[in-house]
């Protein structure tokens, strides 16, 4: 019968440090053989795709939602998963001010910069010359 939460002991109260068993090994494993999976399916998939705008830009023709989670997940990285119940213990209702600004910056980007810097049809934003600007 596992321990209820209040007779657990925590690492804080005896300075052990909990290691990975072998349970989270074999997740850790899954996860990775899984990763390096989908990775050897698209390398074999698309070896013919040799062009920058292929690799970079997906051939323009991707469907917009796999395009809008890989920038949440680039945009939601683990240490701000991890932070963020820390800072809303520290700081308390102050974040939700951060919360409130980032709906907003998202907003201005989707609206302003990405209909921009897709029309001038560039890969990346470091080839904006400033004639084109103008």
Known sequence: MAPKDEER???????EIPL???VDYAMFVI???ISCGIGLFYAIVDRKKNTTKDFLLGGQNMHPVPVALSLMVT???AMTLLGNPAEIYNYHTMWWWLCVSMVIAMWMVSQIFVPFFYRL???SVFEVSPCELS
């Open 31 to 33: 996860t990775l053989l």
């Open 20 to 22: 990975f068993g072998s």
């Open 9 to 15: 002991e925590f690492s804080i109260h005896t300075g």
């Open 121 to 123: 049809q560039n890969e």
């Open 75 to 77: 945009f939601m990285s």
